[in-house]
């Protein structure tokens, strides 16, 4: 079984080495799972068996940002379960990052909206964070690495 602290390292190199190409990081994120999702209300991350029983992970790019901007981005957590999902709690890494989100429970083929929030007041360079989400019957959590590069 793999250490959370080895899991975000393993993250961490891959996340350095797609970034070191020639692609920009786009304002609304993408997925870890190929491509973009976006829905009408925010971009989708979707939560199913495999990701409550070894856990996940996904990035989402706030983009390029300034020093004092405080940067938001709209996601919907989509319960791809045949089960009602509830989000116990989250943790994150830095107090740069807020996450909002009502609680309650997420019916099968539902989605809860979240909102994201990115102080990068004090920040420069390349920030990467960690947000993580606890679920009801899960046995390992879901983490957001939340990236920006402020100037």
Not at 73 to 89: A, C, K, M, Q, S
Not at 92 to 103: A, D, P, V
Not at 107 to 122: C, I, K, M, N
Request: aromatic letters at 4%; glycine letters at 10%.
């Amino acid at each position: 079984m793999r250490s959370p602290l080895r899991l975000f390292a393993a993250s961490a190199l891959l996340l350095l080495a797609a970034a070191c190409g020639p692609s920009a990081a786009p304002k609304q994120g993408t997925t870890a799972h190929g491509g973009p999702q976006h829905g009408a209300a925010g971009r989708i991350i979707p939560v199913d068996d495999r990701t409550l029983a070894a856990g996940g992970s996904d990035t989402v790019r706030f983009g390029h940002l300034h020093e004092g901007e405080t940067a938001v981005l709209r996601l919907r957590l989509r319960n791809d379960t045949r089960r009602p999902l509830l989000v116990l709690g989250h943790e994150r890494s830095c107090g740069c990052t807020l996450l909002e989100y009502e609680n309650r429970p997420i019916p099968p083929d539902s989605a809860l909206p979240l909102t994201l929030r990115f102080d990068a007041r004090g920040t420069y360079g390349w920030q990467l964070k960690l947000v993580t989400i606890r679920f009801s019957g899960a046995a390992e959590p879901l983490r957001l690495l939340v990236e920006a590069d402020v100037d």
